[in-house]
């Protein structure tokens, strides 16, 4: 007697569990098409992702906090969707800043040129690239063992310029035939960053809501994310800046070298701790000491690490917690650049510090307890 019901209720359990199970299984299978369809797209969505992961507490944020205080009145998503255009505008334009004092080095009018280049001028097109070439051929007489190669640039630039000039038949030719177009996938990618920064921390919370997590643990992860890209921001790659600009300034100052291409390398090798600096004026004062100005080779040398001290102690002022842990973000920051750069190509400058942001906020939201947080000597 006792059997029958065992039978009946695991017969009507197989019966329950059947419907679910063949729609698992028709979920597996409509998967494989849809990773076929996506598969073509996942570079720019990962480069859009990367730039909303780094910009988003620093851009979107702000900007949305500022209208909604003073239109209070404008509707929410309306008001969402122009701060996300607003803030992918506003990362265009700062991306694009630190080309014109290169370009303006070579002397000339540089709206001219721009505006010449924009409208398919083959003169200004030649003098653009010129200067191009230029700036790169005094960056490789500065720095000779640098990996950089005049032709690939200048051939990548001007393929960068045919697609910007015919760029409706470039951009169809991508979406259509695949065909490959760094401007394609790049303007792929700032559509997709202006959706992410409207509905992205929307989407992320649902997500994670829905895997169990409580609404403070998933506000919790949110202010993690904020803290860490603020102080990759503010504390490793405004130092870097600064430490760029100081040593730009004593090159230029004591031994003539360019301002602009030395604070260049002088801002990326800044992430390197302790020896980044080095890795700058080091060359600058074996050319000034190779052409006979010996007291220049010194004072140049004597200033930049004079300079490179006062920054490292400015940056260990701006507060216990960043400066802790400032020395491993930077390495780790550098190393990232490098290694996104090698694995994504140009797409790895922003991929590659996405990928330390991620993997700090995430690391720090399940390995650390809450109560620590507030404490600084123990983050």
């Not at 122009?82 to 803030?87: L, Y």
Request: glycine share 10%; hydrophobic share 55%; with cysteine.
């Amino acid at each position: 007697m006792s059997e029958k019901p065992d039978k009946a209720t695991e017969a009507s359990g197989l019966r329950s569990w059947a419907p679910r199970l063949l729609a698992f299984g028709l979920l597996f299978l409509a998967l494989v098409p849809l990773f076929g369809v996506f598969r073509p797209l996942f570079g720019f969505l990962l480069l859009a992702i990367s730039l909303a992961i780094l910009t988003s507490p620093i851009l979107f944020s702000p900007l949305n906090a500022l209208t909604s205080r003073k239109f209070p009145k404008w509707d929410t998503s309306a008001r969402r969707a122009c701060c996300g255009i607003g803030a992918t505008c506003l990362l265009v334009v700062l991306a694009v800043t630190p080309i014109f004092p290169l370009l303006y080095a070579s002397s000339g009018s540089v709206s001219e040129m721009l505006v010449g280049v924009a409208l398919g001028d083959e003169a200004w097109r030649k003098i653009f690239l010129d200067r191009i070439s230029v700036q790169i051929a005094e960056l490789k007489e500065l720095y000779p063992r640098l990996p950089i190669e005049e032709d690939r640039v200048r051939a990548f630039v001007n393929e960068l310029l045919g697609d910007a000039r015919e760029f409706s038949g470039s951009f169809l030719g991508y979406l259509f035939r695949g065909a490959s177009g760094f401007l394609a996938e790049l303007v792929l990618s700032l559509m997709a960053l202006s959706f992410l920064y409207v509905h992205g921390t929307e989407l992320t919370r649902t997500l994670l809501e829905r895997a169990g997590f409580a609404k403070r643990e998933v506000s919790r992860l949110a202010r993690l994310h904020r803290r860490t890209v603020l102080r990759l921001w503010w504390d490793t790659v405004m130092t870097a800046v600064v430490r760029g600009l100081c040593l730009g300034g004593a090159a230029w100052i004591f031994g003539g070298f360019p301002f602009f291409l030395v604070v260049l390398a002088g801002a990326f090798a800044g992430l390197v701790p302790v020896v980044g600096a080095a890795m700058v004026w080091f060359p600058l004062a074996s050319i000034a000491w190779s052409r006979g100005d010996i007291y220049q080779a010194v004072i140049l040398a004597v200033v930049c690490i004079v300079l490179n001290s006062l920054v490292s102690i400015g940056k260990s002022r701006l507060g216990a917690k960043l400066h802790e842990q400032g020395a491993w973000t930077s390495f780790l920051l550098f190393l990232s650049i490098i290694g996104g750069v090698l694995a994504h190509g140009a797409a790895g400058f922003v991929i590659g510090p996405a990928a330390i942001i991620a993997v700090s906020a995430i690391g720090r939201f399940l390995l650390v307890p809450v109560d620590d947080e507030s404490h600084p000597g123990k983050s």
